[in-house]
């Protein structure tokens, strides 16, 4: 087996796939359309979007919606990237566990995401 793709649930796939686009700089996929959307880089799965209709975005750190998944991104530098994201329209939770080490955002749709350094 091979993993092509991870989905994501959200309330509007374009512009969760255009969060992550700009995030990644991945490419879109051609049939990318308002019920799914997705991104293709050169050496990874594929990362799609799918509308979901009464969308509860995942809360963190608490649990009142579980997280359900969360990606993880090993970038060269924490601050910068962090810096980034949040200008593209992530979130910053608190707590932060150990941010010296690694970061927990969250995207467009409130999704976790971890940065690590690399």
Do not use: Y
């Not at 255009?18 to 308002?34: D, I, K, L």
């Amino acid at each position: 087996m091979r993993l092509t793709a991870i989905t994501l649930d959200c309330p509007d796939p374009v512009r969760l796939a255009e969060f992550h686009r700009r995030a990644t700089g991945w490419a879109p996929h051609p049939a990318s359309g308002s019920a799914f959307a997705a991104l293709g880089g050169e050496d990874g799965p594929v990362l799609g979007f799918q509308r979901v209709e009464d969308h509860r975005a995942p809360q963190w750190p608490g649990q009142g919606v579980p997280q359900q998944m969360h990606l993880d991104f090993a970038v060269p530098d924490l601050d910068e990237v962090e810096e980034r994201l949040l200008a593209l329209g992530a979130a910053r939770p608190e707590p932060q566990p150990d941010a010296a080490r690694f970061r927990v955002l969250l995207d467009s749709a409130g999704h976790p995401l971890c940065l690590t350094r690399r």
